[in-house]
């Protein structure tokens, strides 16, 4: 399906982990050139960034966060530093990719527009309220399978679009651990509408979703101790990502999975994972706790607004988690702040 | 992934709407020849059968029926023939494929091996409690992506195997008046487990299933004024998979959908839609009644069983639906007798 893209709706947020974006930028020049991208440096990062030219990019540093955060009780370090990102748009629509992924490509050998999938994702309908086995209805070539009833079939507003990743696959620090030579290669050609009340694991490697709508509840909240610059390392999009389903399924947003992929490889350091499993293993467990809470939260119908939601839900968190462990009374903290730092910074843009 | 399947745990059930088989079978033979199957002559059609030799094969008609069930108020014509060979098979895993439907190629080229791959869908656990981005995690190469609950990591026993169609997809009449050329050419390489409290339109077409778990719930219950013999003029597939999905939140049993994908083409009759659109315009009206119901019921923890579970479902669905439309009040009357028939049947064969 194509779709009419305005260069103007979309920023790319990337998070640069590592100083040199030469080969990530280049490999990415055919499909992000034509829109503006935000580079945020991971405050960790002593080196200069190198970025080739031709881009139409800003680059935000520790100093900017300074600038424009104030103090703030939230750590950008790390993945978390894309955030600051997510905060300093005025775009409808922020794609983000890791800055270890490239292009993929597909079936038929072509390399794969991430960028342009996602915003299709984001700009048709999504169906939470109805399965539909014949995947994502809006596709070229596919549509409602009989028996989906008519009433659903104009679907919800999408606003979050999870895609995937061939080669090494997003997987936590056991699982590597266990099957460090296991390649994804299954290139599955679908997108799927994630049905209501149905939680998953959101990954922020490779992601794109509505921030006008969205925005506040895409938080860095639960941080890991010790949390270290590896994927398998943190936790920030999964509990992100729970956040942000629950909101969805309460305001009656959509979220969709599958397409589009890109190939995560160079600078993943799959022989490290058994260095972080001791760390990652706290993660695991924290999820044993997570997952029933968010499966049992209900939000008040007062809340109406990405923003509500989630200062309801902060409140929640501190009450019914917190007493568990210290890492959720910080993860409700963050929550708050967040929304505090969203308002701010957009009433200084506007 | 490949699982040693026994013979006699499979019994392939076909329901003859056509008297030439041959075609048909000739096409399946690598897959279909070392297990039993059951073949179930339409009570409509007048013809003889026509069956290839080298099928360890039985046949049954409307005489067979009428010796085996004597008085009954279930019409066991058209497409709902096949729900008397359920009745009378003894094996654990039924697999269905209707008599239009020929193996499918893969995207390699390869013909698939449909029933193989509803054995494996059954025999591998399903996942309803949490949804896992990466598609099924018992698939080859495949695996919990990051975040997944190590605690939900076992999944559950899978009941309910619902495959897919290349070529001419299972449509509604009306969507195939409006597209009658399109074909359906993506064959997403997929199986996934459809979560808990998702409802779905499962279709009859090509599916496989846990008699010895399931069995009562699969039965013939909604049936349409003026039914015809083409797919998109029936719903009893329709509602015999939200009874089905119900009843499997309910016992904590798992439902997955995608592959095996079947050829889907010659003997569909896509251009005769147009003469059936008034006939099915019916079904699309009750679904906007059978949906909120079948999304809003919930059955006592005293339901144990899928029988028990239909028959809990039966009198909600005649005091609920029934004074909305007769149909409803004999699906609830046809569960009910179907319940009584699977005991009766089931104890002549034992």
Redesign the interface.
């Known amino acids: 399906m194509s779709l009419n893209i305005e260069d103007n709706e979309v920023d790319i947020v990337i998070a640069a982990l590592r100083s040199d974006l030469t080969a990530f930028m280049e490999k990415w020049r055919p499909f992000f050139s034509r829109f503006h991208l935000i580079i945020i440096k991971d405050p960790d990062v002593e080196e200069d960034l190198q970025i080739p030219p031709g881009f139409d990019h800003q680059v935000f540093t520790k100093s900017d966060m300074a600038q424009i955060l104030g103090a703030t009780s939230i750590n950008f370090t790390g993945h978390s530093c894309r955030y600051f990102g997510y905060l300093v748009s005025h775009k409808k629509y922020i794609i983000s990719i890791d800055d270890d992924c490239l292009p993929a490509r597909d079936?038929a050998g072509t390399l794969v527009d991430a960028v342009a999938q996602h915003i299709v994702n984001l700009k048709t309908p999504a169906t939470p309220f109805?399965?539909?086995?014949?995947?994502d209805p809006f596709?070229k070539?596919?549509?409602?399978?009989?028996?989906?009833?008519?009433?659903?079939r104009n679907g919800v507003e999408c606003v979050l679009s999870?895609g995937?990743w061939l080669n090494i696959?997003?997987?936590?620090a056991p699982?590597q651990v266990v099957?460090p030579n296991?390649?994804?290669?299954?290139?599955?050609?679908?997108v799927?509408t994630?049905?209501?009340?149905?939680?998953?694991?959101?990954?922020g490697i490779n992601f794109g979703f509505n921030r006008e709508l969205l925005g506040p509840a895409l938080l860095p909240g639960l941080r890991l101790a010790g949390e270290g610059k590896e994927?398998?390392e943190t936790?920030e999009d999964?509990w992100c990502?729970l956040c942000t389903k629950v909101v969805c399924d309460h305001l009656g947003l959509g979220v969709k999975?599958g397409l589009p992929y890109v190939w995560r490889g160079d600078g993943v350091d799959v022989r490290g994972a058994m260095d972080s499993l001791k760390r990652e293993w706290e993660g695991?467990k924290l999820?044993?706790e997570i997952?029933p809470f968010f499966q049992s939260v209900r939000l008040p119908s007062t809340a109406v607004t990405a923003e509500d939601c989630v200062i309801e839900m902060a409140a929640m968190v501190k009450e019914q988690l917190g007493p568990l462990n210290p890492v959720f009374a910080s993860a409700a903290d963050a929550m708050v702040e967040w929304v505090k730092l969203w308002k701010a910074v957009g009433s200084q843009g506007a």
């Open positions: 079936n109805f399965f539909n086995t014949l995947y596709c070539g596919a549509d409602f399978v009989r028996g989906y009833p008519f009433s659903l999870c995937l696959a997003d997987y936590d699982t099957k296991d390649r994804n290669v299954r290139y599955v050609d679908a799927m994630v049905p209501v009340r149905a939680l998953m694991p959101v990954s994927r398998w936790m999964i990502g999975s695991v999820m044993e997952v």
